[in-house]
């Protein structure tokens, strides 16, 4: 089992609200990464971070913003959720130097009414 | 270039047959070719993964085929059990782009028993 947690596992959250989705991995991995998937679908990568103050775009815009501060943390925030930010995002981590393969998270599945 | 394209999207399998799921792609680029299991409610895990340098890998009942030059890669699930329905992804990852994975469309797998 990956010691990459992602908190909460489930978010029901009204229109408007800002939210902050954790991940945080006691692996001491570089690389972090945000995927979003929905139900049944492909994963798309959003935004991803080779360490520490480091964090890039991924292939699919998102609204959302990520922070990496600490080699563990990589949040994601959304500053106004919207109805169409409804998905579950996957976090996951992976060592370059090590070439580990990437290890992920159990998602948090957000919904926006 | 960056796509995998996996099929089918879906199939159903009799308890102790085979299970054959095919990706293929274009960006030769691509370095590493990973099989990840998603269960629902769960984020993907590694099954089996392979580098283009080898023709196959075998793990258990799980084994990787790998044509360079066809750029096509498949994943054979012998003596299918209940316990391996279950949505897979091939994924192919690119060096030059942070290691990032690019991910095929997903196969349902159901084994009926």
């Known amino acids: 089992e990956a010691d990459i947690y992602q908190t909460p596992r489930y978010l029901v959250i009204g229109t408007g609200k800002k939210i902050t989705l954790e991940c945080s991995q006691t692996?001491?991995?570089?690389?972090m990464y945000w995927y979003q998937q929905d139900p049944g679908m492909e994963l798309h990568l959003i935004h991803y971070s080779y360490g520490v103050n480091s964090t890039e775009k991924g292939d699919l815009s998102s609204e959302s913003t990520v922070s990496r501060i600490r080699t563990e943390h990589f949040p994601l925030t959304l500053e106004s959720a919207r109805p169409s930010h409804t998905s579950q995002y996957l976090c996951?981590?992976?060592?370059?130097?090590?070439?580990?393969?990437?290890?992920f998270g159990q998602g948090t599945r957000l919904t926006v009414v | 270039q960056q796509q995998v394209k996996q099929s089918p999207q879906s199939l159903i399998v009799q308890k102790g047959g085979i299970s054959i799921i095919n990706c293929a792609y274009e960006n030769t680029a691509f370095d590493y070719f990973p099989w990840y299991q998603q269960f629902p409610g769960k984020g993907p895990a590694l099954l089996i993964a392979?580098?283009?340098?080898?023709s196959e890998k075998k793990e258990g009942r799980f084994t990787i085929s790998f044509n360079k030059s066809a750029k096509q890669f498949s994943l054979h699930i012998m003596d299918s059990q209940p316990g391996d329905s279950a949505t897979y992804f091939c994924?192919?990852?690119?060096?030059?782009?942070?290691?990032?994975?690019?991910f095929g469309a997903g196969t349902i797998l159901r084994v009926k028993s």
């Open positions: 996951a981590s992976s060592d370059s130097s090590l070439n580990t393969e990437a290890f």
């Open positions: 994924a192919a990852r690119v060096v030059e782009y942070g290691n990032k994975l690019v």
């Open positions: 392979i580098r283009p340098d080898v």
């Open positions: 692996m001491g991995h570089d690389k």
